[in-house]
């Protein structure tokens, strides 16, 4: 390697939806740097072009990270400061750029954050959920099979929860989630956010659920789930579910019986049967 300076990967929050939404140090940034490795060149240049920065792109999406890291990484070495960015909000938050961020690392370079944007927090700061404990889950899984068994493995934690879901699986993650986690579990759909047509619903899930199957409206666009941790309520629906199977096992299989106190009490089918 050369005796030259080596330079710096600078990590660049960019707008979710809004392009007022970005702040001057990334302006002056993405303005300074020699080159920008966005997601999306063609999303990037509209939203760069607004705040006058002429700065070259480079394409690191997920289906050529493995490829596009190893000569961004030789880049920096030799001297270049190079901005990474997503589509929108903050890199590597349900986006590319890990593999990046830590070959750089690795590779004694220096990566520096530009804060900003994030979709997760933002809908968590105005979905009237606790905020002091939360787990970000970002994308479900897409068949119906696997998701409903992440969403059982995440029934009994306290934590808000957060999801990404994509528009055209809203509706079915929705009822999933009710089916889990119960019908008045506290929910939050937030849609859209920093759009024109942005929206914040908070309902229980057998609500909110019904209200997105029938809006099409509510279908649309770059939708963030918030659900409410399991709470003192539902440990008290538990233990009556508990208590229900228990006198029911008497009479019937473990199976039908977790079924029916499930459909009693409320409390989770397949906890109970576990337990």
């Not at 009710?178 to 956010?193: C, I, M, P």
């Not at 208590?243 to 009490?265: G, H």
Request: aromatic content about 4%; proline content about 6%.
């Amino acid at each position: 390697m050369s005796s030259k300076q080596i330079g710096s990967l600078w990590v660049v929050a960019t707008p979710i939806g809004h392009r007022d939404d970005i702040s001057a140090r990334a302006i002056e940034t993405l303005r300074k740097v020699t080159l920008i490795a966005a997601e999306d060149t063609r999303h990037s240049r509209p939203m760069l072009l607004q705040h006058n920065i002429g700065t070259p792109l480079v394409a690191l999406h997920e289906h050529n990270e493995r490829e596009a890291v190893a000569s961004i990484v030789r880049r920096l070495e030799q001297g270049e400061s190079i901005a990474l960015i997503s589509d929108a909000g903050t890199p590597l938050i349900s986006d590319p750029g890990f593999r990046l961020v830590r070959a750089a690392r690795e590779a004694g370079i220096r990566c520096i954050p530009v804060p900003g944007a994030c979709a997760a927090i933002t809908a968590l700061s105005v979905a009237g959920l606790p905020s002091d404990r939360f787990v970000f889950e970002g994308f479900l899984p897409p068949k119906s099979a696997a998701r409903r068994s992440r969403l059982e493995e995440l029934a009994g934690d306290p934590r808000t929860l957060i999801f990404y879901e994509s528009s055209h699986r809203v509706v079915e993650s929705l009822a999933d989630m009710r089916d889990v986690f119960g019908a008045q579990r506290e929910a939050v759909l937030a849609r859209e956010l920093t759009k024109m047509f942005e929206t914040v619903i908070g309902e229980p899930l057998s609500q909110l659920a019904l209200r997105v199957a029938n809006d099409p409206d509510q279908q649309r666009g770059e939708c963030v789930i918030l659900v409410a941790g399991r709470g003192e309520e539902a440990d008290a629906k538990l233990a009556e579910g508990q208590r229900v199977f228990a006198i029911l096992r008497e009479e019937l299989p473990p199976s039908k019986a977790a079924k029916l106190a499930a459909a009693i009490t409320g409390a989770p089918r397949k906890q109970l049967y576990q337990e």
